[in-house]
């Protein structure tokens, strides 16, 4: 059975830096492309950044803000956050994509990580 | 604002059917697949079209998709109440490097 657990939510002051994990289970991790989407409360899905076998990508209101990394031998995809904005308050889910490359078809999905951006 | 465009919100019967469409660009929609999800309430996401119109196994031939040009559209069928859930369709961008998500469409089963 495929899992995806997310660790590392929680409030954190404007400006200021988080990480992200997410530990899979159930898949070989290495052969599947994974991202990160987030939800902000009431709000719709945004995209936030992804790792292919074709590198890595971002949307545009994380870019040099966010990196996303992996860590195979550990089945772990991170998400480094800095310089953290109120507008980044979402619950952050991780995805596992259903191939090696396309990034916007999310096989499964994780349980979501809540993080707050508050003074 | 979405690059992707949905209409916020669609209503029909139950057993009707209700069409979701997914406007995009040349960039987008135009040249890659397009995938759609279903998000019940205070629940995570779940695929519900791939590749356009290919759906992953559990979910019901109810649903069906497709892609004319830089639009989809996602047709479900027979509506049942516990359709009733937030849509999102969803593709690669060319020029922008990134995924896109429609704004979501609220579907209500009267």
């Known amino acids: 059975e495929v899992q995806l657990l997310e660790f590392g939510g929680g409030l954190v002051q404007p400006g200021g830096s988080l990480r992200l994990s997410c530990v899979g289970s159930?898949?070989?991790?290495?052969?599947?492309?994974m991202g990160w989407v987030r939800q902000a409360p009431g709000k719709g899905l945004e995209w936030v950044s992804g790792f292919s076998l074709r590198g890595t990508s971002y949307a545009a209101s994380v870019k040099g803000r966010f990196t996303i990394s992996r860590d195979n031998s550990k089945n772990t995809l991170y998400l480094r956050m800095t310089k953290l904005r109120t507008e980044d308050t979402a619950v952050y889910y991780c995805?596992?994509?259903?191939?090696?490359?396309?990034?916007?078809?999310?096989?499964?999905w994780g349980q979501g990580t809540l993080v707050t951006v508050s003074s | 604002q979405s690059v992707l465009t949905q209409p916020p919100s669609v209503s029909a019967a139950p057993g009707q059917k209700v069409t979701i469409s997914c406007s995009g660009g040349s960039s987008n929609i135009g040249i890659n697949y397009v995938s759609w999800y279903q998000q019940l309430p205070r629940t995570a996401p779940k695929l519900l079209i791939y590749?356009?119109?290919k759906r992953p196994s559990g979910i019901p031939d109810r649903f069906s998709a497709s892609k004319s040009g830089t639009s989809a559209t996602l047709v479900i069928t027979g509506l049942q109440t516990g359709d009733e859930a937030e849509y999102y369709c969803a593709a690669w961008d060319n020029r922008l490097i990134a995924v896109l998500f429609g704004g979501g469409t609220k579907l209500t089963v009267l």
């Open positions: 995805a596992k994509s259903d191939g090696p490359e396309r990034l916007n078809e999310i096989e499964y």
């Open positions: 159930g898949f070989t991790f290495s052969a599947y492309s």
């Open positions: 590749d356009v119109y």
